[in-house]
């Protein structure tokens, strides 16, 4: 796939120009068919990791693929406008602050077997940066052509270590501006209680498991008035946490099925009008 430069992706972007490219080294992968007023993001996608960290890293690939979001770039790839994180959220999480982006440890367990030196820190950081100085040039370029945009932000979460049931579908909203979105709210959550999934039924809530407050929801609601982003959380139903099995029934209906009800949601969104 065609390679770009933070600054000639960026470029393009004020330009307006549908491109499909890695950015930064390959560390995010972005795909612009048509600039709409929808963002899909995967942004815990990744599964790369620089030699050098890998080295250094006491978690091995399964231990590292059990924290990250497998197919959620797959759930979303279909839309016109993709952003996701192609490095592992172990290198540095886009999700996080960029004092807490880069974990000493996590989840209970040690990440490094030897500290990383000031070097690939700030390397790390300087990605983590990269990714916010991409996406501010996106919602500044969508803000200029529509009055709302949405972000859907995708992840999956682990469930078997839970000592409670949790939703197959968890939206989290404590961040969203509910007296102005709270319609749009209401019809991500129908349209996700009519997904079917094969020998399933489905359970779909919101702020149960997480409530939507990560450093990326809580960035673009800070920098932008007009954005409305739904932290949509899927339960790993669809691989084996335990082995990394791929469930491919089920993963086909998700994509099939996701693709379809963002599309579905996205046709009116930039008719809307006062939403500020």
């Known amino acids: ?11 393009n972007i004020k330009l307006q120009k549908p491109f499909q490219a890695l950015v930064d080294e ?8 048509a600039y709409v007023p929808q963002l899909c993001l995967a942004i815990h996608q990744g599964h790369r990791f620089a030699a050098k ?28 406008m993709v952003l996701a994180g192609c490095d592992s959220r172990y290198a540095y999480d886009l999700n996080r602050s960029p004092e807490e982006a880069i974990y000493d440890t996590a989840w209970g367990k040690k990440v490094w077997s030897e500290p990383l030196t000031e070097k690939e820190r700030n390397q790390s950081l300087k990605k983590h940066h990269n990714f916010y100085l991409l996406i ?5 370029q969508l803000n200029r052509n529509y009055t709302t945009l949405v972000v859907f932000d995708m992840h999956s979460f682990n469930y078997l270590r839970m000592p409670k049931a949790a939703p197959d579908f968890n939206l989290g909203t404590v961040l969203v501006k509910k007296t102005t979105f709270r319609p749009r709210v209401e019809q991500w959550l129908n349209l996700l209680r009519k997904i079917d999934l094969p020998e399933h039924t489905l359970w779909v809530a919101e702020n149960d498991v997480f409530v939507g407050d990560g450093y990326l929801a809580e960035y673009l609601n800070s920098h932008f008035s007009h954005v409305l982003v739904l932290v949509t959380e899927i339960k790993k139903i669809y691989v084996n946490e335990l082995t990394g099995e791929a469930f491919e029934p089920i993963i086909d209906a998700l994509v099939n099925q996701f693709n379809r009800l963002i599309g579905q949601f996205s046709l009116d969104v930039g008719k809307d009008k006062g939403l500020e």
């Open 1 to 11: 796939m065609k390679k770009l430069s933070l600054s000639k992706a960026i470029g």
């Open 53 to 80: 960290l890998q080295e250094k890293c006491a978690l091995n690939d399964y231990e590292r693929w059990y924290e990250e979001d497998p197919f959620t770039l797959d759930f979303i790839a279909e839309q016109p």
């Open 26 to 33: 390959g560390s995010f992968y972005l795909k612009i068919e």
């Open 136 to 140: 501010e040039a996106l919602i500044k």
